[in-house]
C-alpha cells in the first residue's frame, strides 16, 4: 500500500504520520524542507473548547461560534466532527512536546480569540505553527529514519495520474534542481498543499503558497469550491515585500485597535460593536478599518493603515505571550510595539474556499484526496481565528485514514496499472515544460504576477462591486493573453527558478478567475463576500456552497446545498 | 542618498562550476530588504553593466524570519536576506552563499545535512503514537519557558557557518542539535529515551567536538541559549559517563 502526500505542513504531516500509523508506506513530496512549510507563519493559536479556564466552555459552543462565524455557509457535520476532535488533538500535540504557555498549575493555558466569549485557544508564545509544525516534523523524521516514509524535498507536484477509469493512481512531479520530471505511482494520493495567497500578489502567506496545485488538478477535473471567500487579516503590516501578520492574540491579550478622529483617539471597533468590540470576526473588523480609512479618509498620517496598540499592557506580559510577533515588527519596522502602538491594515490572508471534498476528504477524482487550508470544508465564509491551526490538523488526521480505508476497498491497485497511463501524463508534463523552455516573447513572468495581484487587490478584495469585479476578470483575460507572451529569462536546466514560476502562473490565474467569477455571481454579502450591490445574505437563494468546474473558456459554476442539520441558520450579530 | 542600490552578488551555476561576481544597481525605494531587492532583479534581469543576466536564484519562502529558508552571508555576515534592511546597511551590499553546504546554483544552497543530524541525535519525543491519550504531563511554566526558546529554532544554519569546529569535512554534529538533545532530554516524556541520544553525542563528532568558540551564539538570530545548552550538556555526559561506568 502507497500513499503520496503532497505538502509538509500541518495537514500533510498529519496524513503522513496517521497513514504510517496505520502501516502504510508513504511517499512525502514538498518543495520545502517541511519545517519551512507556511503553517510556520501562524502565530496565535488552536483552538479546542477544553474548558480549563472555568467560564463554562464547551465543544457545542464552539460548534455554534464556527458555524456562526462562517456566517452558515460551512456544512455542520464536519464541523462538529472537528470540535469533537480538538481537545484530543491538542493533548496529542501536548504528549510530542509542543511547548504551550502553562498556567501557574501547569496545565495548559487559554486565551481570548475574535469572534468568541470564551477563552479556547491554547498558544505557545505568538508561535504557535511554528511549534506544531516542529512537533510533527520531528514526528515525521522518526517515521523517516525508520524507513516507513521517504522524503521528497524540493519536489514540485504538476499534476495527478488518471487511469481510464477515472481514478488517481499517482502523479507527476519535477525536482526542482535537476529539473527531471518523473512519474510516481500510488494507491491514493493526498494533497495538502495549502492556500494561494500569491494570487494576490502582496499578502501575508509565504511565497509559496501559489495555489499552483490545486489549479493543476482543478484544470484535470476536481472542482473548486467557494473560492469567492478570500478571509483578509485586519491587523497587518504593509510592506513591500509582504504584509507582516500581526497576530489577532494581540487583540485577544487586550491590544485595541483606535486612528485619530477630531484630533481624539477614536476607538472605533469599541464604538461600533460593544457586545464583541476588538474582537469581532476578521470579516467584520477589516470591513470596519477599510471604512475608516478608504470611505472616511480618516487613516493615520493620511495614509491606508490604523493603530493595534498594546502600550498600555506590561512589557514582560508581552514578551512570554506576543514575544514572536513583537520580535518581527521590531525587525521589520524598527519600533517597539511596547512603547509605541503599531500600524496596521487589512491583508489577504487565508482562503476559506478549495478543493471541493466530500466527508472523506476526497475530491472529484477517486483516489485523491485534499485536506488543510486547500480545502473548503470547515470555515463557510469566514474563518474564526486559531480555528486553521484545528481545520489543518484535523483534516489531515482524518485524511490518512480515509486514504487507507479506500485503498484497502480498491479492486486494483497501482502497481496493475499499464504503465502507458503514466507515461502518457509523464510525456504530457514534459511537453508543458518544454513549451515553457521556448518561451521567447517579451513579458516578464514576474512583471504579470504583479500586476496579477494588484487586479486582485483592487477588484477582488475586502468590498466588491458588481463593475470592479467583471472589469477584474476582464484584466484577468488580458493577463491570460499576456502570459502566452512571455519571454524567459533563463533556459538552463539546472534549478531554473522561473520555468516553474510561469507554470505556477498559469494555475494562478485559473484560480484568480474562479475567484472572481465566483464573486461576480454571488449576488448577497455573506461573510468575506461583502457586495455593496447586494449588502444582505440572502439565505433563499444563496446558503449554497459554490463549486467551479474548469472549462476551456472558463470556470463553469454549480451550487450545492449547504448541511444545515445542527444548527438553523439565523442572523449574525456581534454588536 | 544614492537613488539606486548597489549589490555584488557571489553567482555559480552549480557546486562545480567557478563562481563569479556580479553587479547590480536597482532603483532605491525605502524600506526595501535584500530579498525585495532581489525580488526587482528578476522582474528586470539586467546587470550593472546593462547586460542582460539570468535572474539570481535564492531560497526563501516566509519572509518574516521564521522559516529559516534565506540564509546566506550578507556583508560578511551570515544572516537571513528578509530581515536584513537595506536602509540600515552600508553599500555595496555583498551577497554570497553559505559556505559550508554545497552550492546548488547561485545563493541556494543544500543544507539536508542540518536535518540529517536532528535524526541522528533523535530529536523528538518518542510518544507511542499520534493519538488521544488524554492530557499530557503538567509542566511548570518556568520549565516551559526555556524548552520553548530552544524549540524555536527555525534548522537556519547560521550556528553552523559560524562554528570553527565545523565544515565539510568535520564529523561534529554542530551546535543546534546538541541544544534540541537538552530540550528532549528535559522534556518528562523525552527523558524517557534520553540514553539513546546521550550515547549519540558522547560518541564521534559528538560534543567533545565543541572548541567553546561560543560564535553559535552570536550567530543566532534567534538568540537560543546554544552556550548554556552546551555547557548543561557538558555536565550531563559526565555523569552519564560516570554511571555508564559504575553499571560496567
Given at each position: 500500500?502507497?500513499?503520496?502526500?503532497?505538502?509538509?505542513?500541518?495537514?500533510?504531516?498529519?496524513?503522513?504520520?496517521?497513514a504510517?500509523?496505520?502501516?502504510?508506506?508513504?511517499?512525502?513530496?514538498?518543495?520545502v524542507?517541511?519545517?519551512?512549510?507556511h503553517?510556520?507563519?501562524?502565530?496565535g493559536?488552536?483552538?479546542?473548547?477544553l474548558?480549563?479556564?472555568?467560564?463554562?466552555?464547551s465543544i457545542?459552543?464552539?460548534f455554534?461560534?464556527?458555524?456562526?462565524?462562517?456566517d452558515?455557509?460551512?456544512?455542520?457535520?464536519?464541523?462538529?466532527g472537528?470540535v469533537e476532535?480538538?481537545?484530543?488533538?491538542?493533548?496529542?500535540?501536548?504528549?510530542?512536546?509542543?511547548?504551550?504557555?502553562r498556567?501557574?498549575e501547569?496545565?495548559?493555558?487559554l486565551?481570548m480569540?475574535?469572534?468568541?466569549?470564551?477563552?479556547?485557544?491554547?498558544?505557545?508564545?505568538?508561535?504557535?505553527?511554528?511549534?506544531?509544525l516542529?512537533?510533527?516534523?520531528?514526528?515525521?523524521?522518526?517515521?523517516?529514519?525508520?524507513?516507513?516514509?521517504?522524503?521528497?524535498?524540493?519536489?514540485?507536484?504538476?499534476?495527478?495520474?488518471?487511469?481510464d477509469?477515472?481514478?488517481?493512481?499517482?502523479?507527476t512531479?519535477?525536482?526542482?534542481n535537476?529539473?527531471e520530471?518523473?512519474?510516481?505511482?500510488?494507491?491514493a494520493?493526498?494533497l495538502?498543499?495549502?492556500?494561494?495567497?500569491?494570487?494576490?500578489?502582496?499578502?501575508?502567506?509565504?511565497?509559496?503558497?501559489?495555489?499552483?496545485?490545486?489549479?493543476?488538478?482543478?484544470?484535470?477535473?476536481?472542482?473548486?469550491?467557494n473560492?469567492?471567500?478570500?478571509?483578509?487579516?485586519?491587523?497587518?503590516m504593509?510592506?513591500d515585500?509582504?504584509?507582516?501578520?500581526?497576530?489577532?492574540?494581540?487583540?485577544?491579550?487586550?491590544?485595541?485597535i483606535?486612528?485619530?478622529?477630531d484630533?481624539?483617539?477614536w476607538?472605533?471597533?469599541?464604538e461600533?460593536?460593544?457586545?464583541?468590540?476588538?474582537?469581532?470576526?476578521?470579516?467584520?473588523?477589516?470591513?470596519?478599518?477599510?471604512?475608516v480609512?478608504?470611505e472616511?479618509?480618516l487613516g493615520?498620517?493620511?495614509?491606508?493603515?490604523?493603530?493595534?496598540?498594546?502600550?498600555?499592557k506590561?512589557?514582560?506580559?508581552?514578551?512570554?505571550?506576543?514575544?514572536?510577533?513583537m520580535?518581527?515588527?521590531?525587525?521589520?519596522?524598527?519600533?517597539?510595539?511596547?512603547k509605541?502602538?503599531m500600524?496596521?491594515?487589512?491583508?489577504?490572508?487565508?482562503?476559506?474556499?478549495?478543493?471541493?471534498?466530500d466527508?472523506?476528504?476526497?475530491t472529484?477524482?477517486?483516489?485523491?484526496?485534499?485536506?488543510g487550508?486547500?480545502?473548503y470544508m470547515?470555515?463557510?465564509?469566514n474563518?474564526l481565528?486559531?480555528?486553521?491551526?484545528?481545520?489543518?490538523?484535523y483534516?489531515?488526521?482524518?485524511?490518512?485514514?480515509?486514504a487507507?480505508?479506500?485503498?484497502k476497498?480498491m479492486?486494483?491497485?497501482a502497481?496493475?496499472?499499464?504503465?502507458?497511463?503514466?507515461?502518457?501524463?509523464?510525456?504530457?508534463?514534459?511537453?508543458?515544460a518544454?513549451?515553457?523552455?521556448?518561451?521567447?516573447?517579451i513579458?516578464?513572468?514576474y512583471?504579470i504576477?504583479?500586476?496579477?495581484?494588484?487586479?486582485?487587490?483592487?477588484?477582488?478584495?475586502?468590498?466588491?462591486?458588481?463593475?470592479?469585479?467583471m472589469?477584474?476578470?476582464?484584466?484577468?483575460?488580458?493577463?491570460?493573453?499576456?502570459?502566452?507572451n512571455i519571454?524567459?529569462?533563463?533556459?538552463?536546466?539546472?534549478?531554473?527558478?522561473v520555468?516553474?514560476f510561469v507554470?505556477?502562473?498559469?494555475?494562478?490565474?485559473?484560480?484568480?478567475?474562479?475567484?472572481?467569477?465566483?464573486?461576480?455571481?454571488?449576488?448577497?454579502?455573506?461573510?468575506s463576500?461583502?457586495m455593496?450591490?447586494y449588502?444582505e445574505r440572502?439565505?433563499d437563494?444563496w446558503?449554497?456552497?459554490?463549486?467551479a468546474?474548469?472549462?476551456?473558456?472558463?470556470?463553469?459554476?454549480?451550487?450545492e446545498d449547504?448541511?444545515v442539520?445542527?444548527?438553523?441558520?439565523?442572523?449574525?450579530?456581534?454588536? | 542618498?544614492?537613488?539606486?542600490?548597489?549589490?555584488?552578488?557571489?553567482?555559480?551555476n552549480?557546486?562545480?562550476?567557478f563562481?563569479r561576481?556580479e553587479?547590480?544597481?536597482?532603483?532605491?525605494?525605502?524600506?526595501?530588504?535584500v530579498?525585495?531587492?532581489l525580488?526587482?532583479?528578476?522582474k528586470k534581469?539586467v546587470n550593472?553593466?546593462?547586460?542582460?543576466?539570468?535572474?539570481?536564484?535564492?531560497d526563501?519562502?516566509?519572509l518574516e524570519?521564521?522559516?529559516?529558508a534565506?540564509?546566506?552571508i550578507?556583508?560578511g555576515?551570515v544572516?537571513?536576506?528578509?530581515?536584513?534592511?537595506?536602509d540600515?546597511?552600508?553599500?555595496?551590499?555583498?551577497?554570497?552563499?553559505?559556505?559550508?553546504?554545497?552550492?546548488?546554483?547561485?545563493?541556494?544552497?543544500?543544507?539536508?545535512?542540518?536535518f540529517?543530524?536532528?535524526?541522528k541525535?533523535?530529536?523528538?519525543?518518542?510518544i507511542?503514537?499520534?493519538?488521544?491519550l488524554?492530557?499530557?504531563?503538567?509542566?511548570?511554566?518556568?520549565?516551559?519557558?526555556w524548552m520553548y526558546?530552544?524549540?524555536?529554532?527555525?534548522?537556519?544554519g547560521?550556528?553552523?557557518e559560524?562554528?570553527?569546529?565545523?565544515n565539510?569535512?568535520?564529523?561534529?554534529?554542530g551546535?543546534a542539535?546538541?541544544?534540541?538533545?537538552l530540550?528532549?532530554?528535559?522534556?518528562?516524556i523525552?527523558?524517557?529515551?534520553?540514553?539513546?541520544?546521550?550515547?549519540?553525542?558522547?560518541?564521534e563528532?559528538?560534543?567533545?567536538?565543541?572548541?567553546?568558540?561560543?560564535?553559535?551564539i552570536?550567530?543566532?538570530?534567534?538568540?537560543?541559549?546554544?552556550?548554556?545548552?552546551?555547557?548543561?550538556?557538558?555536565?550531563?555526559?559526565?555523569?552519564?559517563g560516570?554511571?555508564n561506568?559504575?553499571?560496567?
Amino acid at each position: 500500500m502507497k500513499v503520496i502526500v503532497i505538502g509538509g505542513g500541518l495537514a500533510g504531516l498529519l496524513s503522513i504520520i496517521k497513514a504510517a500509523e496505520a502501516g502504510a508506506e508513504v511517499d512525502a513530496f514538498s518543495l520545502v524542507p517541511f519545517k519551512r512549510s507556511h503553517s510556520i507563519c501562524a502565530q496565535g493559536g488552536i483552538n479546542a473548547a477544553l474548558n480549563t479556564k472555568g467560564e463554562n466552555d464547551s465543544i457545542q459552543q464552539h460548534f455554534e461560534d464556527t458555524i456562526v462565524g462562517g456566517d452558515f455557509l460551512a456544512n455542520q457535520t464536519p464541523v462538529k466532527g472537528m470540535v469533537e476532535a480538538a481537545p484530543g488533538l491538542i493533548y496529542a500535540f501536548d504528549r510530542m512536546g509542543v511547548m504551550f504557555n502553562r498556567t501557574s498549575e501547569g496545565f495548559i493555558d487559554l486565551r481570548m480569540f475574535g469572534g468568541v466569549k470564551n477563552r479556547r485557544t491554547a498558544f505557545a508564545g505568538a508561535t504557535t505553527g511554528q511549534q506544531l509544525l516542529y512537533a510533527l516534523d520531528e514526528q515525521v523524521r522518526k517515521w523517516v529514519a525508520a524507513g516507513k516514509v521517504k522524503e521528497y524535498i524540493g519536489w514540485e507536484f504538476l499534476s495527478a495520474v488518471i487511469d481510464d477509469e477515472g481514478l488517481c493512481r499517482g502523479i507527476t512531479a519535477q525536482d526542482l534542481n535537476s529539473m527531471e520530471i518523473h512519474a510516481f505511482p500510488a494507491d491514493a494520493v493526498i494533497l495538502a498543499t495549502g492556500g494561494e495567497g500569491m494570487i494576490y500578489g502582496k499578502s501575508t502567506n509565504s511565497v509559496i503558497c501559489t495555489g499552483s496545485a490545486a489549479g493543476a488538478v482543478y484544470q484535470q477535473g476536481v472542482s473548486f469550491a467557494n473560492g469567492e471567500f478570500v478571509q483578509f487579516h485586519p491587523t497587518a503590516m504593509p510592506g513591500d515585500d509582504k504584509l507582516r501578520l500581526m497576530s489577532e492574540a494581540s487583540r485577544g491579550e487586550g491590544g485595541r485597535i483606535w486612528t485619530y478622529k477630531d484630533g481624539k483617539p477614536w476607538y472605533f471597533l469599541e464604538e461600533w460593536y460593544p457586545a464583541y468590540g476588538n474582537l469581532v470576526p476578521r470579516d467584520i473588523a477589516s470591513r470596519a478599518i477599510y471604512k475608516v480609512c478608504v470611505e472616511m479618509g480618516l487613516g493615520v498620517d493620511g495614509k491606508n493603515q490604523v493603530y493595534l496598540d498594546l502600550t498600555h499592557k506590561d512589557p514582560e506580559f508581552l514578551e512570554v505571550r506576543l514575544g514572536g510577533i513583537m520580535e518581527i515588527y521590531r525587525n521589520f519596522y524598527g519600533e517597539d510595539p511596547v512603547k509605541v502602538p503599531m500600524k496596521i491594515f487589512p491583508a489577504p490572508h487565508y482562503f476559506m474556499g478549495g478543493m471541493y471534498v466530500d466527508s472523506n476528504h476526497m475530491t472529484d477524482i477517486p483516489g485523491l484526496f485534499a485536506a488543510g487550508e486547500c480545502d473548503y470544508m470547515y470555515h463557510g465564509a469566514n474563518r474564526l481565528g486559531a480555528n486553521s491551526l484545528l481545520s489543518a490538523s484535523y483534516s489531515g488526521y482524518i485524511c490518512g485514514p480515509n486514504a487507507i480505508k479506500y485503498m484497502k476497498g480498491m479492486k486494483k491497485s497501482a502497481a496493475d496499472v499499464p504503465q502507458s497511463v503514466f507515461d502518457r501524463e509523464l510525456t504530457r508534463q514534459k511537453d508543458i515544460a518544454e513549451s515553457i523552455y521556448r518561451m521567447d516573447g517579451i513579458e516578464n513572468p514576474y512583471v504579470i504576477h504583479e500586476e496579477l495581484g494588484e487586479v486582485m487587490i483592487t477588484d477582488v478584495g475586502v468590498v466588491r462591486y458588481e463593475k470592479s469585479l467583471m472589469r477584474g476578470d476582464n484584466k484577468l483575460q488580458e493577463l491570460m493573453e499576456r502570459f502566452k507572451n512571455i519571454g524567459i529569462h533563463d533556459t538552463g536546466r539546472w534549478a531554473n527558478e522561473v520555468v516553474p514560476f510561469v507554470r505556477q502562473l498559469w494555475n494562478m490565474l485559473q484560480l484568480a478567475r474562479v475567484i472572481t467569477l465566483g464573486a461576480f455571481n454571488r449576488k448577497e454579502s455573506r461573510g468575506s463576500h461583502y457586495m455593496p450591490d447586494y449588502p444582505e445574505r440572502n439565505d433563499d437563494q444563496w446558503l449554497k456552497t459554490t463549486k467551479a468546474y474548469w472549462t476551456e473558456s472558463g470556470p463553469r459554476f454549480e451550487y450545492e446545498d449547504v448541511d444545515v442539520s445542527l444548527l438553523k441558520p439565523r442572523a449574525r450579530k456581534y454588536d | 542618498m544614492l537613488d539606486y542600490i548597489h549589490l555584488k552578488i557571489k553567482r555559480q551555476n552549480g557546486s562545480r562550476d567557478f563562481p563569479r561576481w556580479e553587479e547590480f544597481k536597482v532603483p532605491y525605494k525605502p524600506n526595501m530588504n535584500v530579498l525585495s531587492v532581489l525580488m526587482e532583479i528578476r522582474k528586470k534581469p539586467v546587470n550593472a553593466n546593462g547586460e542582460k543576466t539570468t535572474p539570481v536564484v535564492w531560497d526563501c519562502s516566509c519572509l518574516e524570519e521564521v522559516c529559516g529558508a534565506c540564509t546566506m552571508i550578507i556583508n560578511g555576515n551570515v544572516r537571513q536576506a528578509c530581515s536584513a534592511l537595506i536602509d540600515k546597511m552600508p553599500q555595496p551590499i555583498t551577497l554570497e552563499p553559505l559556505s559550508k553546504f554545497p552550492v546548488v546554483r547561485d545563493l541556494k544552497v543544500d543544507r539536508e545535512l542540518l536535518f540529517e543530524h536532528l535524526k541522528k541525535v533523535k530529536a523528538w519525543v518518542n510518544i507511542d503514537g499520534a493519538f488521544d491519550l488524554g492530557p499530557g504531563p503538567r509542566v511548570p511554566e518556568r520549565e516551559r519557558r526555556w524548552m520553548y526558546e530552544i524549540s524555536r529554532c527555525m534548522t537556519c544554519g547560521c550556528c553552523y557557518e559560524a562554528c570553527p569546529n565545523f565544515n565539510s569535512r568535520s564529523s561534529f554534529i554542530g551546535p543546534a542539535p546538541l541544544a534540541q538533545v537538552l530540550r528532549f532530554n528535559k522534556h518528562p516524556i523525552g527523558a524517557m529515551t534520553q540514553e539513546e541520544r546521550m550515547e549519540t553525542i558522547m560518541g564521534e563528532g559528538g560534543i567533545t567536538d565543541c572548541g567553546n568558540s561560543q560564535n553559535c551564539i552570536e550567530a543566532c538570530p534567534k538568540n537560543i541559549p546554544l552556550t548554556t545548552a552546551i555547557a548543561q550538556l557538558n555536565r550531563d555526559t559526565t555523569i552519564h559517563g560516570i554511571k555508564n561506568w559504575f553499571r560496567k
